[in-house]
């Protein structure tokens, strides 16, 4: 019997810087906007107690880091993960559907096994429009997002810790922990879906939603 292992990791910190842009679609204006995220973090070393697993049957050479990004046609360039002192060119899609359906995977080479401590880095554009959101899968998740826009819409499972909006643009802030979120750091196969812990934001033009509220 085969059976995926899934860890999550200990520490995210994520920062994201959008741009918004205006666009004209019929008698409304539709909001896009790019997006550059910095992403870092640890992975502790891997634990499998408790679980009935023989260690030298685990395959290692099938060892992957998966992102989930719902959108691949906002992917503006080639997306290189950091682990340890290597670093992956990630490549579309996932190895199976147990957590994620889109995104973006790595494969690890033997010599990243997470016997210990383990850093990791990536940073990337995407283009979309409207929302944002993330999904809160480290132990301790540190979100910080800035954007040129005057108007957000906070939304989701978690609401920021902190925000500051002006007549311009607005910061906001999250500092999530695992316990804030219905599932475990680690477990096998299809136990437990992490979409419902998404948050962010949604841009928001106010003169739109009225109009379209009258309608």
């Known amino acids: ?50 679980w009935d697993t023989e260690k030298d049957l685990i395959k290692w050479d099938k060892a992957t880091i998966s992102m989930g990004i719902s959108d691949l046609s906002g992917i503006k360039q080639r997306i290189a993960l950091k682990v340890g002192a290597e670093s992956y060119d990630m490549e579309s899609g996932v190895p199976d559907d147990d957590i994620l359906r889109v995104g973006v995977t790595a494969n690890l080479s033997e010599n990243n096994f997470f016997e210990e401590t383990t850093n990791f880095s990536v940073n990337f554009s995407l283009k979309g429009s409207g929302q944002l959101h993330f999904v809160p899968i480290g132990k301790e998740n540190n979100i910080k997002m800035k954007a040129d826009w005057h108007s957000p819409k906070f939304d989701g499972n978690l609401l920021p810790n902190s925000s500051e909006i002006t007549q311009s643009n607005f910061i906001a802030e999250w500092n999530v922990f695992d316990l804030n979120r219905n599932y475990p750091q680690r477990w096998y196969g299809k136990q437990f879906e992490v979409g419902s812990s998404a948050f962010g934001v949604e841009l928001i033009h106010p003169v739109d939603d009225y109009l379209k509220s009258m309608r």
């Open 1 to 50: 019997i085969k059976r995926r292992a899934h860890f999550l990791p200990n520490q995210v910190n994520l920062n994201s810087e959008v741009i918004p842009e205006e666009k004209n679609r019929g008698i409304y204006k539709v909001l896009l906007y790019t997006t550059d995220i910095k992403i870092n973090g640890n992975f502790t070393a891997l634990d499998w107690s408790g």
